[in-house]
Structures are given as C-alpha cells and as structure tokens.
C-alpha cells in the first residue's frame, strides 16, 4: 500500500499549500495522507477540505517539537483541531518561535549579515519564520551555497545553539496534549536523534510509560537496518507504527519525495488502522 503520514505545507516550512499538498497526494494514488506541521494545526481546515472534494483519506496531524534528550519530535494523528487546549499550546509554541526568530536575526546580524525580521516574514508568509526559511534567505545572499551548508555553516553550529535557545514542551507534556485533542501520539524519525540501539530502547520505554502510541518506523531517510530495528522495538513495546516521508517539497528537501511504499502485511499494525 501507498501512504504518507508525515507531511509539511506553508502552514509552517513546507513548499506547497495545505489543498496543493492533498493535491498531490491524490495525484500519486496515496491510500491516506496526514499533514504535520511544525507546531501549528493552522493547515488542517484547508487539507481536509481539500482532500474530501478528491475523496482521498486525510488524517489531521501535527508535529511537536520537544525538549528531552535532544531536540525530540512527536507527531500527533487524528487531533481535532478546535480542541481548546490544544489552540491554546500552538499559540504559545507560534509566539515561542516568532521570539526565536527575532534571537536569529540578531545572531545573525553580529555575524555581519544584515537580515531584518520583516524580510523573514516574507520568506514564511503566513507561518512562523523558521530556521530552513531562513536557510533560504541564506541561500539568496549568497552566504550559503545550499540549505545544507546554511545549517552547516550557521542554524545548527555550536555558537548558533548557545545564542539562540527557545523552550520547548517536554515528550510527556506533548502526549498528553496530543491524547487531550482525541489523538495517538507517536515518535517521529528516531534516526534522527543519533541514539546507540539500547539507548534508543529505554527511551521508548520512557516514552510508552508516558503514553505514547507509536514509533515512526518507515521514513524516508532511513536505512533498511533502521527500518527493521525500529520495527522491532515497536512490536517489542506493544507499540503501533507509522510511516511517513516527512516531505517538504524540493526546493526545501530536495531529496524527499512524497509517499511511501508500505507491504500490506504491516496494515494492522499501522496508526490508523482502527
Ligand atoms: P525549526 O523547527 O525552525 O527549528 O527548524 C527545524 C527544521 O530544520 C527541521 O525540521 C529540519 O527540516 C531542518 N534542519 C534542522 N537541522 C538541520 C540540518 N543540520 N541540516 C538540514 N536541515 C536541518
Ligand atoms: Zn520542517
Ligand atoms: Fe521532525
Ligand atoms: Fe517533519
């Protein structure tokens, strides 16, 4: 099966549109489909629209960014979007980043690069200016020579993490966050967070003593290994499992494509299947 619940619009650092988005992913014959912006459920409304006049599936999702370990990312699934708390959390996380942004354009101006926050609004439109729109603006004035020698270079030195710091909800709080708007909780792309296997072990456990639903076992960037051994820990933790490509459009992944293959024999095991 062709599925992809791991998806970003302009609704936070994504390329395409929230309807663009549901667009394509019907267009590429995906089974479902969630979108998970960063710390917004602001594209939802749109997508599900979008995706009801296609008659594709469309799951409403959203991706957390958490302090724990390290910077961790927990995605959220079937959350209804006029829950109150969560409304209430995602307008602290939007003011949160727009504080961090103006701690960016300072950062970034000692170094002798004269960005203005008024130019990083226009970069992220109607979203909050984050760090690969900034990664663009570093691109067009010729201080980077792509998005991954902006972060290189500059949004995810040493001296960028000591300067700019922004607070962040813990796993827990997260979850329970997630849980309160009707959703399953789930930990996004643990190949990201550099774990040795045991260590990445007690962390699940951890994080299934606080409620979590899910791993992120197939993602686009992994290896076969990674695939099989989050796999693994997921049935080891009586956990559900979750699939998506964590697509952003080419022009800011250029790598990622939308949708990922899946063998049938792993649909009952997979988030939605209810
Ligand atoms: P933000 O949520 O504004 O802190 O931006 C985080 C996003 O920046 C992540 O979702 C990644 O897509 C991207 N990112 C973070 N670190 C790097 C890196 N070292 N290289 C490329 N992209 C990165
Ligand atoms: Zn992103
Ligand atoms: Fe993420
Ligand atoms: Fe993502």
């Not at 599936?57 to 961790?72: H, W, Y």
């Not at 991954?148 to 995810?156: G, K, V």
């Amino acid at each position: 099966m062709k599925l992809d619940l791991h998806l970003h619009s302009t609704a936070s650092d994504g390329q395409y549109r929230p309807a663009e988005v549901a667009w394509m992913a019907a267009e590429k014959g995906l089974e479902i489909f969630a979108l998970t912006d960063h710390d917004t459920v602001a594209g939802l409304a749109e997508a599900g629209e979008a995706a009801e006049k296609l008659g594709i599936r469309f799951l409403p999702g959203i991706e957390i960014s958490t302090q724990d370990v390290d910077e961790i990312h927990i995605l959220g699934f079937g959350i209804d979007d006029r829950c109150e708390a969560l409304l209430e959390s995602c307008r602290a996380f939007a003011e949160s980043r727009l504080k961090r942004a103006a701690l960016i354009c300072d950062w970034l101006n000692g170094q002798g690069i004269p960005v203005t926050m008024e130019e990083m609004q226009g970069y992220a439109g109607r979203a909050m200016p984050s760090r690969p729109h900034f990664a663009a603006y570093l691109m067009d004035h010729g201080y980077a020579a792509s998005r991954s020698e902006a972060f290189e270079r500059y949004l995810d030195t040493a001296e960028y993490h000591r300067a700019v710091n922004r607070v962040r909800p813990s796993c827990k709080k997260a979850i329970d966050l997630i849980h309160e708007a009707g959703g399953l909780a789930v930990l996004a792309h643990p190949a990201q967070y550099k774990m040795d296997d045991e260590t990445l072990d007690g962390f699940i456990r951890r994080l299934k003593a606080d409620g979590l639903d899910g791993v992120e076992c197939f993602y686009s960037r992994n290896t076969p290994e990674q695939t099989a051994l989050f796999l693994a820990l997921a049935e080891k933790h009586g956990l559900r499992v979750s699939c998506g490509s964590d697509f952003h459009g080419e022009l800011v992944k250029p790598d990622v494509r939308m949708g990922m293959e899946v063998e049938d024999r792993f649909r009952k095991a997979l988030i939605w299947h209810r």
